[in-house]
């Protein structure tokens, strides 16, 4: 079936440094993603999104890429901090209607 | 604006009895998903309602069950738990149609003994 993955379960930076943190998707008809940060103990919350008539979507100190040829999104942290140590997920939406497909996420561990 | 609230937060069954979980979501949004998360499988999809009906209903047993009222809160029920069922159980809230934007609870941690 359609399904998102992650590339790298776990990315260790340094205080200070920008991550990046890496998607692939596979549901070529996906026309929303999102990208969750969750705390341990606590639901996922909402970082970013992008719809799929954009390349590129820029927040606080977050940027989303969108690839659609090769079907690939990035989440970029600047300037990364300890705070922003947690496990991200990033999810596209099925285009039949309010379903989240997630990837397996990414546990980003920030070091002072 | 108060965010998706999930009741209870943690409950403990044995195997075999039923558990109703309850999400109320934020004033407005209309949609209300429901998804499983484990260690092993990540978060999946159970099922989504929007104004009272089921949407969309991921690959579950028909022991999962949901339902929706007019004011929007959704449940969740599972019966004849096993052991595989203990798991973070996550709602998400969004204004349905073609809205965008998903809001999570902080979910119901079940563990089934």
């Known amino acids: 079936g359609e399904s998102v993955g992650l590339h790298l379960p776990t990315l260790s930076v340094q205080e200070g440094d920008n991550s990046i943190i890496n998607c692939a998707y596979s549901?070529?008809?996906?026309?929303?993603f999102i990208w969750y940060k969750q705390e341990s103990g606590k639901g996922p919350q909402f970082i970013i999104d992008?719809?799929?008539?954009?390349d590129k979507r820029q927040g606080q100190r977050v940027t989303v890429l969108l690839n659609k040829t090769v079907k690939h999104l990035s989440l970029q942290i600047a300037a990364t901090q300890p705070g922003d140590s947690a496990v991200y997920f990033c999810?596209?939406?099925?285009?039949?209607?309010?379903?989240?497909?997630f990837g397996q996420g990414t546990e980003l561990s920030v070091k002072p | 604006k108060a965010g998706v609230t999930q009741t209870p937060r943690y409950l403990i069954k044995t195997r075999g009895q039923q558990v109703t979980l309850s999400c109320s979501p934020i004033?407005?949004?209309?949609?209300v998903s429901w998804y499983q998360q484990t260690p092993g499988q990540g978060l999946q999809f159970l099922f989504e309602?929007?104004?009272?009906?089921?949407?969309n209903k991921g690959n579950f047993p028909g022991r999962f069950s949901g339902r929706q009222f007019s004011n929007s809160r959704s449940e969740m029920n599972v019966s004849t738990l096993e052991l595989g069922d203990s798991a973070l159980y996550l709602c998400?809230?969004?204004?349905?149609?073609?809205?965008?934007?998903?809001?999570f609870g902080s979910g119901t941690r079940l563990t089934v003994v």
């Open positions: 998400a809230s969004s204004p349905g149609g073609q809205g965008y934007g998903y809001t």
């Open positions: 549901n070529s008809a996906s026309d929303y």
């Open positions: 992008i719809r799929s008539n954009m």
């Open positions: 999810a596209e939406k099925d285009n039949q209607g309010g379903k989240l497909i």
């Open positions: 004033s407005g949004h209309r949609s």
């Open positions: 309602y929007f104004s009272e009906t089921q949407r």
